[in-house]
């Protein structure tokens, strides 16, 4: 199986996005010094279909490398994606089939907050980062959905990615 790694850009006050879904406070430092160099990195992605949608229509997949790999997990029929190298799976468990059919060692997980909560909950998560944003949010969607079981992190590193961004890498502690 591969290495999850849990990955989201949140504000101080751990929201992921707005309550309409937008992510307009997430800054291009973060896309930059953040997110791009661990996608291009990893080069496998599972995501909701919610934060796909987001990602397809604000033509976000356009700044990333064409040859992502990226699992789509929704319950939704008649779901398609918008590229060949984009599949679907109905579950955690299928998603990560699919990574691991296509042989590769790491994936992202990168939202929604009902996807996120689904793999930490069934204790899929390896490791943990996020990209803090220096603002607080007045309303939206957290990173996680209340879960059963406190999950125990450790601390592996915080990088400051700009004067304002930081980054924190955690070990899910199993």
Known sequence: MPEVIFYMASSLNGLICRTDDK???VSDD????GFIPIVDDVKSMIMGRKTYEVMCDS??????HKDLFVVVV??????QTKNNNHVIATSPEE????????GFERTLISGGTILNSSFLQQRLVDKVIVDIEPILVADGKQLFKTHETD???????????TDDLIQVHY???K
Not at 30 to 33: A, I, L, N, Q, V
Not at 74 to 79: G, H, L, P, S, Y
């Open 23 to 25: 992510t307009n406070f």
């Open 151 to 161: 999950i125990d992190l450790k601390l592996l590193d915080i990088k400051k990615l």
């Open 74 to 79: 929704t319950k939704q029929n008649n779901f």
């Open 95 to 102: 998603a990560l089939d699919e990574v691991t059919e296509k």
């Open 59 to 64: 033509n976000e997949f356009n700044h990333l």
């Open 30 to 33: 973060e896309w930059k010094h």
């Open 171 to 173: 070990k899910v502690r």
